[in-house]
Each structure stands twice: as structure tokens, then as C-alpha cells.
């Protein structure tokens, strides 16, 4: 049975359509029921609720906003975070644009920028096994400049920014056979030093091989730039796009999958059984 809503019937109602007229002259008709949707909520809230408030003056953040934003989190079934933050977000610019009109500047005060909900952080949905065996072949078989790239970020779960800052020589030699890779200042705004394996190693030393045969003058970077950062990012993730295309891959990929991937797993070794050869000495890492 369809529900019956009935009338509003508020005495802050005229002023909030008001400032809807106000606020949305130039707004799509969708968009402009949205706004009378919000008013309509905070209005049947407040005479719910706080029958006694007639007049914008009483409006107070605790309890009346405080106590309307839980309510809108109590609903059921519930508001997904989306319509939550339209709503919570519809209700501010009202309350801004009533200030303005009424001459109530404390109004503007009743909303505090974290009040609208933050979407759910989602993380790209990681590689199947099988997904990262085919890729890791693929690079492999490729072996330029852009698979050697995203081979080093799939084995130590750097993020790509990262990669493409990378120093030539940011080997680092721990102890007697034990190699690490220094990242530089990064997302964090840190810098650090990742243990590595000799096939790591190795990769590193292609890319110092690729570095040497490339046109563009030494910069210090272990990735040659022919424009740009930006442009060697575009390549990277280009790359990554051509592998998926050649094996027949239809989810998108992105070189930050290959950072969740190894964060939940050990370091592997190259999946295709061809030997591994030994690190260079350390004055061959310099």
C-alpha cells in the first residue's frame, strides 16, 4: 500500500521555499525537487520533534541540526552515504541562503564541513591468481622499458609515483647479500627502504640498461622522461592497458591493483622458471 504524506504544514515553510526559489532559479527541475525534498525532511523533523521551534532565530546546531543528522542516519530502510551527503549538503546552502535573506548570519554556523558523509574508502578489486600469472608473462615476454616498470611495481608493491621518481641508484646494499630499494619522498611525504630479492635486483639493472640507451640527457632518475612526469605516468598505465587488451582482460587495471596484491603476499619470485641471476656486487650498484 502506498503511503500517504501529508501536507506540510510548518510555520518556517514559506521561508524555506523562499530560499529554494532563491537558491535553485537556474537549477534543473530534478535538482530543485531535491531542495524541497531536504526542506520537507528538516521541516517534518522539527515539528516531530521540536514542536516549539517557529522562528529561524531558534534554530540551534545541538539539538535541532545535530539531532535532524542522526535522524537522517536512523531511516529505514536506509539512506545510502550518497543521498545522505546530498541532503545534509541541500540543507546548508539553505541555511546560507536564509541567513542571507533574513539577515541571520549565525545560521551559517549550524553546519560544520564534516557533518556531510565521507564515502566508503573502495579499494580496486584485487587480481585473481591466475589474472596475475598471465600479467606477470606478459610483461616478461615484452621486456621494454614500460614491463620492466610495472614488473618492479608489482614485486615490491611501490606505488607508481613513486616508481617514476625513482633515483638511478637507489640500490642499497644492507648486509652481505642483502639488498633493499630506497624510495623517495613520497604520498606520505617520507622517504624508506624496501628489502628486495635478486630478481628485484635484476630488474633494476634492465631498467639502469634501458636508462643507458635512452636519447634523453641523465637526470639522476632511473626512468628517462622524453616530455614530462606526467607523460611517463600516462605510458606506464597505457602499457598496463595494452597487456590486459592482449590477454583478454575486460575488468580495468591499474598499476595501484599490483600495490594491494603484493601488500597481502610475500615477495614472489619471476613465475616463469627461468633461472635467476645473482645481484651485481655492490661497486657495480653504485
Known amino acids: 500500500m502506498k503511503r500517504i504524506r501529508l501536507p506540510l504544514v510548518h510555520l518556517l515553510a514559506e521561508m524555506f521555499f523562499a530560499a529554494i526559489q532563491s537558491v535553485t532559479t537556474s537549477m534543473s ?72 535573506l533574513h539577515e541571520r548570519p549565525a545560521l551559517v554556523r549550524l553546519f560544520h564541513p564534516d557533518d556531510v558523509p565521507q564515502p566508503a574508502a573502495r579499494l580496486p578489486r584485487p587480481l585473481t591468481p591466475e589474472q596475475d600469472r598471465l600479467i606477470q608473462q606478459q610483461l616478461l615476454r615484452r621486456n621494454d622499458l614500460t614491463s620492466n616498470a610495472l614488473l618492479l611495481i608489482r614485486y615490491t608493491g611501490i606505488r607508481i609515483g613513486e616508481c617514476v621518481d625513482l633515483s638511478f641508484d637507489c640500490l642499497r646494499l644492507l648486509a652481505p647479500g642483502q639488498w633493499a630499494l630506497h624510495v623517495p619522498l613520497g604520498k606520505l611525504n617520507t622517504e624508506r627502504v624496501v628489502p628486495i630479492d635478486d630478481s628485484v635486483c635484476q630488474l633494476v639493472h634492465r631498467l639502469r640498461f634501458f636508462r643507458f640507451l635512452s636519447t634523453v640527457p641523465t637526470d639522476g632518475l632511473l626512468l628517462a622522461r622524453r616530455r614530462n612526469r606526467s607523460a611517463l605516468l600516462r605510458e606506464l598505465r597505457t602499457a598496463l592497458t595494452q597487456v590486459r587488451t ?34 651485481l656486487k655492490r661497486g657495480d650498484a653504485a
Open 246 to 279: 592482449a590477454l583478454g582482460i575486460t575488468r580495468p587495471l591499474v598499476p595501484h591493483m599490483f600495490r594491494h596484491y603484493a601488500a597481502s603476499r610475500t615477495m614472489p619470485r619471476v613465475c616463469t622458471g627461468a633461472p635467476i641471476h645473482r645481484c
Open 29 to 100: 527541475d530534478s535538482t530543485k525537487g531535491r531542495y524541497r525534498t531536504t526542506a520537507e525532511y528538516f521541516l517534518r523533523y522539527l515539528a516531530e520533534h521540536h514542536p516549539d521551534v517557529r522562528a529561524l532565530d531558534q534554530l540551534r546546531r545541538d539539538p535541532h541540526v545535530l539531532g535532524w543528522l542522526a535522524w537522517l542516519a536512523s531511516q529505514h530502510p536506509p539512506l545510502v552515504k550518497s543521498t545522505r551527503s546530498l541532503h545534509v549538503i541541500s540543507l546548508r546552502r539553505l541555511m546560507e541562503e536564509l541567513a542571507w
